[in-house]
């Protein structure tokens, strides 16, 4: 499955979600949609999700809530959750690193 | 000015560097109608001003990306916060050589303000990575629509020195508030 | 004395009654000015946003009409109603399905025609007008063969839905005379978390222009200037060709809302 906007796409299949471009969507709520697919792959993978944002170069305040509150949801289901991040995307480091304080399982790899 | 001294000020608002001539300046003045009526134009602009000051520093790509980031996040506030849509706010950027700061003016009704307020203080006596973790839990189970979490992202990703200021328009029953946020041009390129 | 006459009826003119000059936008600035007019008003009273492309019904993001009808008072554009002319909102979000407006319809005329179906939508008007009868002006008008027609080149055969909570189709529609068919509720959303309550739900109708919008409405000129009550309850609208006395409620309240989601 695909979302895909002139500012961001969504790629879920089987092995990874993949977020790309920039989002900064009007509010929390305005990503509910957007991650759906996350949110029920979270529900469905017990083996654990993987989503690679190494692509994504922007994302809103309103977004980082929304992926902290997937953060939180796959530590409440106990599934494991990898980030895939960039080293050249300055908030990501930064904004990620704190998100693992939310998830102890929480697994930051960087490309 | 003379009841200037009453009026509630927070942090680096007087800043010692706002005494001398910014460097490079730019002034972006805006009516928040245009962007509640096409959101994206939020990070449009804030790409445009970011990549405008970017010129001034070594890595070009990484500086636009914070800039960019920051920008969105002050320009995203005064949109929602605003109390009227065309009344017009302003975002402004000096660029003092080792400092750069930003300037967002809106206006805003007395119960915007003081919710500003109380978060402004919060902000500056609490440790910003523990409030980050707060504010997340607060927004996840409360589904607040504006997360709050802007000004702190920037103060604790980017190691910015935010102020703000509150100036009552009497006549109007208005307040304009007046954000700062003052970033360290050697953090930012280290990032 | 008949000029006496005539001089106390003009006074009473200006000071009771405004007049408003309705067109459809279509100049590029007449198409922005709508739509920011729209976007503001909904964005101060429901904290929605619009979008022409992703519009995202519990992300409070809606979709901008496709046609706007102007509402002009010495220049300054006071209010607005809008139109879907395809992918309506109670299509795309309201479960409302081609049979079912097709169905209703059958039932009603027990014709079998080739219709186009539009939808009339966001009503909106600006602070100053709050109190005057320009809502039910505007409602009435959006009704009119010209606006309704604006996107097709067939006046014949339009079938209009629209969605609004129940208290509006009672304060607005009914007092203009239009008369409206349930289609169903609308699923709850998000966004009208701040319009509909469980009382007032928000609900799905569909209207047939031939049997149920009053002829003086319907054949309403457009572009025109029409006069309407500047305060004063009650219920007039005098249109160029006349006074249309519609009272099918003996009180029509002015309206109350500047933003109303029909």
Redesign the interface.
Known sequence: MKIETEDYSIETNDQQVIIKGALRLQSPTAYDKPFESIREAITNKQDGLHVDISDLNFLNSSGVTSLARLVLDARKADVGFTLLCSEDIPWQSKTVSSLGKLNPKLTINFK | MSNRSRLPVYGVYLDKADRKKPLSHIDFKFNPIDFIAHWQRCGATANYLAEFQAYNFDNRKKVTNIMSTVLNELIENAVKFSADAHQEASISIYNYGETLTLQCVNTTQLKQANKFEAFIKTLMETEVEELFLQQIMSAAEDDHTASGLGLITLKKDFNAKIGAKIVPDTERRLYTIYIKVVLDVNTLESL | MTTKTLKKNTTELINDKKNITLRVAQKRSDIIRC??LI??RY??YY?I???K??A?L????EPYPHKFLMALHEDELVGVIGLYTHNTYIETFGNVSTGEIKKISHQLTKEKPNTTFVEVTKLVITSKWIGTHLSQLLLGAAFSKTFLSSSVNDSQNIIVGTCAKISVFKHLFTPVGISTHLIKDFPKY?VHELYGTKKNPVQSRLIIPELDVPKQLYDLQIPGTHAIDAVKPGYNLKTNDGTIKISRTKKAPPSKTEATNV
């Open positions: 739509q920011y976007a503001e964005n101060k904290k946003f619009f979008s492309d992703t995202d519990n992300a409070k993001i998000k």
